[in-house]
């Protein structure tokens, strides 16, 4: 058992935010991570992709053809002889030997907010008690690799840490290809000067360390030095999309979703273990193809690009891309042309990070409402990562109240997806 982070009571962002930023004017999230090991792993980072609001399998990666619930969409030919995908998804296509699916993903949650927390953390809610996220798992379980955080959400906030403490946090990015105001002296305030300030603030904490030492005071004492040290790392490069060429950006997509595909790449190059892209809307009650068409125009060229490129530089191999949504949609279609919940069935897609490419698990009944074959459960996900990361996802940690608990609520890694 551990008692994991939970010793880090106060994160970087809300130490600068209170303390130095009173000197300084700025702030930094929480961004240490503990260290572990990870001996048995085929994978050192993870890129999660969660598609909010519940992605449509058919209309995505298991396409019905010449079925009633087909939609408006025709199935595509793949870089795997006899596999097909949807046709919004034309580049990706070519990229699917470096990718595997899931495709009888069986869900227990058609509520938004329910399916989402058991997606995310593999438990289901349970009054009183906020599980962590797979990235703020992998933070607490795998070492910090160089000065950037271990765990970066983008476009959205990212799991919260839970009973392991705010160490595990998420570092969140809210525009990708933005400068964070808050990793960077305050304008007007040039760098000696800000210098200086930390100096102060150093002299002024010693003081107070050698009056009241205390756990706490600490814990703030770390968070500051982080902090600091991150503001000044020339790691902090990763975030300048800017120094990609223009084909580059060009070829992600001039989009939130492709400048948060770009950022990735650029964050696993420097280390970061866990990178969370968030994108909403895909909740289509009404008139889900013309979204859909849309959602693919934008995700196509992002996805499609990243693989190929994590793949050309070798980093695939070490980079476990996964895209998930809280559920799949009805096969049947709605009188206003939509897709309501479905937590039946869906489909999980997978690249890299030691995972076969060109490889199919399970399968969905013929119209898309059920598994067919090889069902997989949600904690079955869970565990398939922590086995690629080389975490033990039966590990138990000890929540502040003193009861033990598994990072992963059960389930069984899905092998057949590893060479």
Known sequence: MSSGCRGYAVSRRAVLGASAGTL?????RSLLARTGTDAKASAEHVILFWNGGGMSHIDTFDPKPGRPTQGEFSPIATSVPGLQISEILPQLSKQMHHAALIRSVAGTNGDHGRATYQLQTSYNTFPNLQHPGMGNVVTHELPQLGDLPAFVSVSGQGTRAGYLGQKCEAFFVGRPGEKDPYLAFPEGVAAMRGQKRLEALERVNAKFANRAPSSEFDATQT?????????????LEAFELEKESDATRDRYGRTEFGRGCLLARRLVEKGVRFVQVNRGGFDVHYNAFPAMQAHGEVMDPALSSLV??????GLLSKTLIIMLSEFGRTPKINKDAGRDHHAG?????????????GT???TSDEDGYKPKDRPVAVPDLHATVCHALGIDGAKEV???LQRPLKLVDGGKPVMELFA
């Open 24 to 28: 300084l004017g700025l702030n930094v």
């Open 223 to 235: 968070a500051t030095k982080e902090a600091v040290r991150l503001m000044q790392s020339p790691a």
């Open 308 to 313: 190929s490129d994590l793949a050309s530089s």
């Open 345 to 357: 069935v869906f489909t999980c897609f997978m690249a890299g990070g030691g995972i076969k490419g």
């Open 360 to 362: 199919v698990i399970g």
């Open 398 to 400: 000890i929540t502040p």
